[in-house]
Every structure is written in structure tokens, then in C-alpha cells.
């Protein structure tokens, strides 16, 4: 099976969607997107993308189906993303039940995850519409410290011979 190769202009627009809702560009980056034609196996990236640049830019309805969709697509715990956003929208647009199970979801996946995220204002000098900045910490346990060897050389090319594995060479 092969696996069908997605065009470097597609994954350009994409990386340049990510970087405009980085900025606060929200329109600029809806530009990049309408411009995509097929994001083959990037469609869930793709959805996310939409829908947060329609969130941000107060299209909450719209944005509902592509958030959902991206939701849907992206495994754990990349999916607490699509699915905070879509709780936001939900609420926007009027429907708190809706809202309150997408939130519901964020949460369970944070903790299932051990993710947690944090909110914090972006200011007025990128766009009035973005109200918030998404940081993600991610927490891991520590691994355990392997004991270090006296000396930094290969105890492997110490050998006098190399070792026989009862294996002829010479007998094919």
C-alpha cells in the first residue's frame, strides 16, 4: 500500500495558517486555507486550523463542524485542543449543554493525559477577537539516571578477538 505523497505547497499553506493564528491573523491565515484544495492525511490538521481561525475571527457556528470534525480525527492528547476550542464555540453560538460536554471532554483528556493548559490574555496589539493564548505543559515522569561508565570508551572494542557466533564464513 502506498501511502499517496501530499504536495509541499499544501503543507506550506498550513504551516502558514499556523504561523498567521500564531501572530493574531486569524483572516490571513482563512486566506492560506481556502487556498488548500486537498490536505489528504493532514485533513484533521487542517479542520483544527479552520476552525480556530473561524473562532477567532467570531464565526463561531461555522467553526463548530470543522472543530468537531478535527476532534474526532485526533488522537489523545492531541484532541484537547479541537475539543476546548469547540466548547467555546458551542457557548458563543448558544448552546451551553453542548458546551459544557465538549469542555467536559478537554478535561478528561487533560487528566487521562497528566496535560494541563493554561490561558492567558494576549493583549489588544494583535486582534480584539483573540482572547486567549494557549500554552501546553506537558508533565512526564523523571527516568531513572543510568550509573555512568569509569571511562568514555566503547567496553565493546576492548575485545582481543571478536567473538564466535558458530557461524562459517566460508560455508555459504
Not at 50 to 73: F, M, N, T, W
Not at 111 to 125: D, K, M
Request: charged share 25%.
Amino acid at each position: 500500500m502506498m501511502i499517496p505523497r501530499i504536495p509541499q505547497k499544501t503543507i506550506r499553506r498550513l504551516m502558514a495558517a499556523e504561523g498567521y493564528l500564531e501572530l493574531g491573523m486569524p483572516r490571513q491565515a482563512l486566506r492560506e486555507l481556502d487556498q488548500v484544495i486537498d490536505p489528504g492525511s493532514l485533513t484533521a490538521s487542517y479542520s483544527f486550523l479552520r476552525g480556530e481561525s473561524l473562532k477567532r475571527v467570531g464565526r463561531y457556528s461555522e467553526a463548530i463542524q470543522p472543530l468537531q470534525y478535527a476532534a474526532d480525527l485526533l488522537p489523545i492528547p492531541h484532541s484537547q485542543l479541537p475539543w476546548k476550542s469547540l466548547g467555546a464555540c458551542y457557548r458563543e453560538s448558544g448552546q451551553s449543554d453542548l458546551a459544557d460536554s465538549a469542555e467536559k471532554t478537554a478535561d478528561e483528556i487533560a487528566s487521562e493525559a497528566n496535560i494541563h493548559l493554561r490561558f492567558e490574555p494576549l493583549g489588544s496589539q494583535f486582534n480584539p477577537i483573540v482572547k486567549h493564548q494557549v500554552h501546553l505543559t506537558i508533565s512526564f515522569e523523571p527516568a531513572e539516571e543510568e550509573e555512568q561508565t569509569e571511562t568514555d570508551e566503547n567496553p565493546f572494542l576492548d575485545q582481543e578477538e571478536p567473538e564466535d557466533f558458530g557461524i562459517d564464513p566460508e560455508v555459504e
